[in-house]
């Protein structure tokens, strides 16, 4: 359609077209930061996880405590009567999940600045831009930093029929079940 317009024509046509472009970079800018700003908030959620275990050997339990001791978990509460131990330690985040998240956040201001300059092209000072982009970086890091650093709970609770539950952040369950080659359900 637009090919068969004449230059005058073409001219009437040109700044509807222009800010229907930017209006629609502006709208897919906001729907992507709201989506940078949900995946930033769910970095720092607990994501519990049960792994069960058959109990093979009478060493499994001791093993499995050892580990959690050199990951710098010990041991708050023993409950004879439930058969449960409970473990408790600090968990440290991850600096590639921080590194990873202060740079998609100061892409995405960096984004969304750009769509707002050339939208208020005479109202927007270009100093706002690094401003903008400094304080969203450290924003991030500071959230990450201290939310995913807190403490986490590891329970070991004896069923019967030799089976061994496991409740735990996943990603200490994956990583116990990992160092010590168990074979288990974790879900």
Known sequence: MLCLLNKDEWRELSPIYSMLSLYSSLLLTSVLAVGLFFFIRSSVKERPATLRLSVSSAHLPQRIGQHLQYRGYKIVRVDENRETVIFEGKVRFSV???????????????????VLSIQLAEKW??????????????????????????????????????????????????HLQRSLNLVGELS
């Open 125 to 174: 000072q270009a100093h706002w831009n690094l401003l903008g982009i400094v304080i969203a970086i450290t924003a991030t890091g500071v959230f990450y930093a201290h939310g995913a650093s807190r403490m986490e709970q590891v329970k070991l609770v004896a069923q019967p029929q030799d089976q061994l539950l496991i409740i735990g952040h996943r990603d200490e369950l994956a």
């Open 96 to 114: 590639a999940l921080l590194i990873l998240l202060c740079v998609l956040s100061g892409i995405g201001v960096a984004c969304l600045e750009l």
